[in-house]
């Protein structure tokens, strides 16, 4: 089984100033991790994605992601928020099967980024 | 390339109706996944199909059943609606296995099914 916990529902930053997004997972497997963001009436965009490479994971839109295996946690962050980031995010889990292909996707409940002027 | 699609963009129907939302996945791609969003919640999986067959399946009644097509595209088929029902219907679509060590789901705007 596995699940994720996005410890945050709503995270309000000032415009240029730090985005921190929390989450932990759990899951039984090695797990694949992801960031997914949606926009109102826009569909589900994957930010970054780990996948037992770098625990280091750069995305798009200059958002990164840190897997932290002890701690069982894979949190998102950028140096500097936007206007245009505010939306939903999602933190992800799954894994593979041992032939490829992947497990259908885990979603958190998701973390609601409000950026101020 | 279209990218995922999906149809409709929107329906209306009452408790007890059947209704069947569609998916056309994103080309070259082999893999169907569904996925229910409920307001202010994140999107639940349903099942995935693969080979015209159900690979997957998440915790879902059998009211929740689908069907996957020779030219990959499938149907999402909801019997005996109930008001819980009424959320935001998403497809995804990927490489299926054999394909590559890690297949990305890319998704469809969704079909807004809204049961009254």
């Known amino acids: 089984a596995q699940s994720v916990t996005q410890l945050d529902s709503h995270v309000s930053v000032s415009e240029g100033t730090p985005v921190l997004l929390r989450c932990n997972y759990s899951s039984s497997y090695s797990p694949s991790l992801f960031w997914y963001v949606q926009h109102p009436n826009k569909g589900l965009q994957l930010l970054l994605k780990y996948t037992s490479a770098a625990t280091l994971v750069k995305g798009i839109n200059g958002f990164e992601a840190e897997f932290k295996k002890s701690e069982t946690s894979f949190h998102l962050t950028k140096p500097s928020a936007h206007m245009s980031d505010a939306a939903e995010y999602f933190c992800v889990v799954s894994h593979m099967y041992s032939g490829g292909g992947a497990d259908g996707l885990t979603f958190g409940k998701g973390t609601h980024l409000i950026i101020q002027p | 390339d279209a990218g995922v699609t999906q149809s409709p963009t929107h329906l209306i129907k009452t408790r007890g109706q059947q209704v069947t939302l569609r998916c056309s996945p994103k080309s070259g791609h082999d893999t169907v996944s569904w996925y229910q969003q409920a307001l202010g919640q994140g999107p639940q999986f349903i099942f995935q199909?693969?080979?015209?067959?159900?690979?997957q399946r998440g915790n879902f009644p059998d009211r929740f059943s689908g069907h996957q097509f020779p030219n990959y595209s499938s149907e999402l088929n909801v019997n005996a609606l109930l008001l819980g029902d009424s959320a935001l219907y998403l497809c995804?679509?990927?490489?299926?296995?054999?394909?590559?060590?890690?297949?990305?789901?890319?998704f469809g705007p969704g079909t807004r099914l809204t049961v009254l």
């Open positions: 199909y693969y080979e015209e067959e159900e690979r």
């Open positions: 995804a679509s990927s490489l299926g296995p054999g394909q590559g060590a890690y297949n990305e789901q890319f």
